[in-house]
């Protein structure tokens, strides 16, 4: 006696086959392609934008305020002064956001938050053992600052590609200064922490 489960397998293949073959439909395509057709309309490229803004703006927030803590922890003033530049464009940074907020009439969600602390607890830096130097310690900051640094960037870029979709010339315009200067301030920290790894400062001074 034929298995009644192999018995429906075999009904429902001859059925796709038949449906296949008089509506032309391809019966096991469960996933249509993309064509020239279909795009997402501007009121759904708005609400990825804000997502994307309302991730970006507490992240920003939080980095200002943590900025003149880590100036302070810092051992040496050549961190302290990039710090303090880093501090003044991450200021700017948050006044074009809210700028976008407005002109898009829209308000900061703050639920976002929270996504943010997690995000930024994983990346603090821990009191390790490693940090037994003055030298060590700084190096410490600056790693944390990169990879802030590089969320930031993550997140420009793709409020840009989208602002691109909404024609809005002034939107991308603000996201281009920010993300411009977060290139540079990438740059800035790279060289900082070459500064610190090739460093001939005496160790007796740490």
């Given at each position: 006696?034929?298995?009644?489960t192999?018995?429906?397998?075999?009904?429902?293949?001859l059925?796709?086959i038949?449906?296949?073959?008089f509506?032309?439909?391809?019966?096991?395509m469960k996933?249509?392609?993309?064509?020239?057709?279909?795009k997402?309309?501007?009121?759904?490229?708005?609400?990825?934008?804000?997502?994307?803004?309302?991730?970006?703006?507490?992240?920003?927030?939080?980095?200002?305020?943590?900025l003149?803590?880590l100036?302070?922890?810092s051992?040496?003033g050549?961190?302290?002064n990039?710090?303090?530049?880093?501090?003044?464009?991450v200021?700017?940074?948050?006044?074009r956001i809210?700028?976008?907020?407005?002109?898009?009439?829209?308000?900061?969600?703050?639920?976002?938050?929270?996504s943010?602390?997690?995000?930024l607890?994983v990346?603090?830096?821990?009191e390790?053992?490693?940090l037994?130097?003055n030298?060590?310690?700084?190096?410490?900051?600056v790693f944390?600052?990169?990879?802030?640094?590089?969320?930031?960037?993550?997140y420009?870029?793709?409020?840009?590609?989208?602002?691109?979709?909404?024609?809005?010339?002034d939107i991308?315009?603000y996201?281009?200064?920010s993300?411009?200067e977060?290139?540079?301030?990438?740059?800035?920290?790279?060289?900082?922490?070459?500064e610190?790894m090739?460093?001939?400062?005496?160790?007796?001074?740490c």
């Amino acid at each position: 006696m034929l298995n009644p489960t192999l018995w429906a397998l075999e009904i429902y293949y001859l059925l796709a086959i038949a449906v296949d073959s008089f509506t032309g439909y391809n019966f096991y395509m469960k996933k249509p392609y993309l064509d020239n057709h279909t795009k997402l309309d501007e009121p759904a490229l708005q609400r990825a934008f804000i997502y994307n803004l309302n991730k970006i703006h507490p992240l920003l927030i939080k980095f200002k305020n943590q900025l003149s803590y880590l100036a302070d922890e810092s051992c040496y003033g050549d961190l302290e002064n990039a710090i303090q530049e880093l501090s003044a464009e991450v200021e700017s940074h948050v006044a074009r956001i809210d700028i976008i907020f407005n002109t898009l009439h829209k308000n900061p969600d703050m639920q976002h938050s929270t996504s943010t602390q997690s995000i930024l607890s994983v990346l603090v830096p821990d009191e390790n053992s490693y940090l037994q130097d003055n030298l060590s310690k700084d190096l410490s900051l600056v790693f944390y600052i990169q990879k802030i640094l590089s969320v930031k960037k993550f997140y420009y870029s793709t409020l840009k590609s989208i602002a691109g979709s909404l024609n809005n010339i002034d939107i991308k315009q603000y996201l281009q200064y920010s993300y411009d200067e977060c290139e540079s301030n990438q740059t800035m920290f790279k060289l900082i922490a070459k500064e610190y790894m090739e460093s001939s400062i005496n160790p007796f001074l740490c």
